[in-house]
């Protein structure tokens, strides 16, 4: 069993900068696919950043160039920096950790709004 815990949400101005953690401890198998997702109010969850345990990234383009997505396998935590915030990044992120071919674990979610 793996358990996720996200840390760094909050609420910050237009234009702002906020950074995501999140911790998985268990059972943490070391080829593994971590990222992040969100879901704003009454739409589906998204896909914000994914980084695999060989550091290979992909980015939704609402996305690109504002946010970055970083790993430290040792402490098996990932990161997202997210830079120049805006108000349609609002929603709730959420961290999963993905077993290729096997299970995938969420964690609790963390709240991030973005005021104009």
């Known amino acids: 069993q793996v358990q996720l815990v996200e840390y760094g949400g909050g609420l910050v101005q237009a234009g702002g900068s906020l950074r995501l953690s999140c911790a998985a401890s268990g059972s943490v198998f070391r080829i593994n696919v971590m990222g992040w997702f969100r879901q704003a109010p009454g739409k589906q969850r998204e896909l914000v950043a994914v980084i695999t345990s060989g550091s290979s990234t992909n980015y939704a383009d609402s996305v690109k160039g504002r946010f970055t997505i970083s790993r430290d396998n040792a402490k098996n935590t990932v990161y997202l920096q997210m830079n120049s915030l805006k108000p349609e990044d609002t929603a709730v992120y959420y961290c999963?950790?993905?077993?290729?071919?096997?299970?995938?674990?969420w964690g609790q979610g963390t709240q991030v709004t973005v005021s104009s």
């Open positions: 999963n950790l993905n077993i290729p071919g096997s299970i995938s674990y």
